[in-house]
């Protein structure tokens, strides 16, 4: 559980608020809250991240299915969240939906996730206890897409399929497809593959 010292707004995932003191005001984001072209993004892509502002004076209480939160503090930098797995950040972050371009058609779910940029902290959540893997040119990283949590804004990873007739026939071992991660930064993974949960259209 997050206990939030609230003196201003936050942002967080809807539906993780269990209790709360003081004079503290919960809104639901307006369709156009945060811009035409992120609504835009949020209808094609069914990204599941529709986010509550709590404001006033007081403390919140956030939660999220038990899972463990580990806070985040950005000092002028960014960070790419799958989307089940932010919980709140700061009103001084700034965030966009972004599409992995070069999965596009290799997956079903995990396409977008959430870049947070600028200063200031976020919560995020895991299954279990996470692991943050450290990236570099000599020593890349490669990850199953469904417990990659989150990694350094810099990097882009590529896909790395394994297919073989094994895969496409009968049983496989469910890890023909792996995050490739090359560059100089970090990947934190979490000891649980998460379905992602895709928010439905009308």
């Known amino acids: 559980m997050l206990e939030v010292n609230l003196d201003g707004h936050i942002w967080m995932k809807m539906g993780v ?46 939660a999220d299915s038990g899972k463990k939160i580990s806070i985040l503090n950005l000092d002028n930098d960014s960070i790419y969240v799958n989307g089940n797995d932010l919980l709140a950040f700061e009103e001084s972050i700034s965030w966009d939906i972004k599409m992995m371009k070069k999965v596009a058609g290799m997956m079903s779910g995990g396409l977008f996730n959430v870049k947070l940029e600028g200063s200031g902290m976020i919560a995020i959540t895991t299954h279990y206890d996470p692991l ?10 490669y990850t199953d897409p469904n417990a990659t949590v989150a990694w350094s804004g ?12 094994k ?19 970090f990947v934190v993974i979490q000891p649980f593959e998460e379905i992602p949960y895709v928010t439905p259209t009308a």
């Open 17 to 62: 608020m269990v209790a709360y003191r003081g004079n503290v005001k919960f809104t639901r984001e307006g369709m156009l809250e945060h811009g035409l072209g992120k609504f835009m993004k949020k209808a094609v892509t069914g990204e599941g991240i529709t986010l509550t502002k709590a404001e006033g004076n007081g403390k919140v209480y956030l």
């Open 132 to 141: 943050t893997l450290r990236v570099s040119p000599e020593r890349p990283v």
């Open 154 to 165: 810099n990097l882009q990873p590529d896909i790395k399929t394994d297919i073989s007739l």
């Open 167 to 185: 895969t496409l026939v009968g049983r496989s071992s469910g890890e023909s497809l792996q995050m490739a991660f090359k560059d100089e930064g």
